[in-house]
C-alpha cells in the first residue's frame, strides 16, 4: 500500500466493531489508511496532537467514530482542514440518538461529514468518493462498485418475483 491516505479513529476499542467495516471498504478499494483509538475524553492530549499532525501524514480524510457524547469527531474537525466523516456509534442508553445529535450538531465554521447511525462501511464509501475526485482509477472502481449493488438488487428482486416470497426466505 501507498501513503496513508485515510485514518480511521475511534474513542474506544468497543467501536471496533462497526469501524472495522470502514477498514474492510478501504481494503476493497486499496486504499491506504491507519486505524486507532484516540478518546477525546480520555486521552485529550494524544487527539490534541493527532489531529495537529494529520496534515504532515498526508492523511486526506478522517473517519473518527464515537458513541455516547461522541466528541471526537467534532474536537479532530475543529483541529484540522482535512475532511472529517464522523461515525455515531450505538451505545447502550439511547441507541445511538445521543452520538448522532452530538456529531451533526457542529457549530458553524467545524464542519464535520456525518454518516447513519453505525454507518462505518457509508464513511469508508464516502471516504472513497472524496479521493476519487481527483484519482480515475478509484472513481472507475466506484462507480463499478455502485453498479454491482444495482445489479445484485435486480437479481433479488428477479428471484423473489420468480420463486414468491415464502420461497425466498427458506
Same mark, same amino acid.
Given at each position: 500500500?501507498?501513503?496513508?491516505?485515510?485514518?480511521? *479513529?475511534?474513542?474506544? &476499542? !468497543?467501536?471496533?466493531? +462497526?469501524?472495522?467495516?470502514?477498514? #474492510?471498504?478501504?481494503?476493497?478499494? &486499496?486504499? !491506504?489508511?491507519?486505524?486507532?483509538?484516540?478518546?477525546?475524553?480520555?486521552?485529550?492530549?494524544?487527539?490534541?496532537?493527532?489531529?495537529? &499532525?494529520?496534515?504532515?501524514?498526508?492523511?486526506?480524510?478522517?473517519?473518527?467514530?464515537?458513541?455516547?457524547?461522541?466528541?471526537?469527531?467534532?474536537? +479532530? /474537525?475543529?483541529?484540522?482542514?482535512?475532511?472529517?466523516?464522523?461515525?455515531?456509534?450505538?451505545? !447502550?442508553?439511547?441507541?445511538?440518538? &445521543?452520538?448522532?445529535?452530538?456529531?451533526?450538531?457542529?457549530?458553524?465554521?467545524?464542519?464535520?461529514?456525518?454518516?447513519?447511525?453505525?454507518?462505518?462501511? %457509508?464513511? /469508508?464509501?464516502?471516504?472513497?468518493? *472524496?479521493?476519487?475526485?481527483?484519482?480515475?482509477?478509484?472513481?472507475?472502481?466506484?462507480?463499478?462498485?455502485?453498479?454491482? *449493488?444495482? %445489479?445484485?438488487? *435486480? !437479481?433479488?428482486? %428477479?428471484?423473489? #418475483?420468480?420463486?414468491?416470497?415464502? #420461497?425466498?426466505?427458506?
Amino acid at each position: 500500500m501507498s501513503k496513508t491516505e485515510v485514518a480511521i *479513529i475511534m474513542g474506544s &476499542d !468497543s467501536d471496533l466493531r +462497526i469501524m472495522k467495516d470502514a477498514a #474492510e471498504i478501504l481494503e476493497h478499494f &486499496d486504499i !491506504s489508511y491507519d486505524l486507532t483509538i484516540v478518546s477525546a475524553h480520555r486521552t485529550p492530549e494524544r487527539m490534541f496532537q493527532y489531529g495537529l &499532525d494529520a496534515g504532515k501524514k498526508g492523511i486526506k480524510v478522517i473517519i473518527a467514530g464515537a458513541g455516547g457524547a461522541a466528541h471526537l469527531p467534532g474536537m +479532530i /474537525a475543529s483541529l484540522t482542514s482535512i475532511p472529517v466523516i464522523g461515525v455515531p456509534i450505538k451505545g !447502550s442508553s439511547l441507541d445511538g440518538l &445521543d452520538s448522532l445529535l452530538s456529531i451533526v450538531q457542529m457549530p458553524p465554521g467545524v464542519p464535520v461529514a456525518t454518516v447513519g447511525i453505525n454507518g462505518g462501511k %457509508n464513511a /469508508a464509501l464516502l471516504a472513497c468518493q *472524496i479521493l476519487g475526485i481527483e484519482n480515475n482509477t478509484l472513481f472507475d472502481k466506484i462507480k463499478k462498485y455502485k453498479i454491482d *449493488i444495482k %445489479n445484485q438488487i *435486480i !437479481s433479488k428482486a %428477479n428471484k423473489i #418475483e420468480q420463486v414468491g416470497w415464502k #420461497e425466498y426466505e427458506s
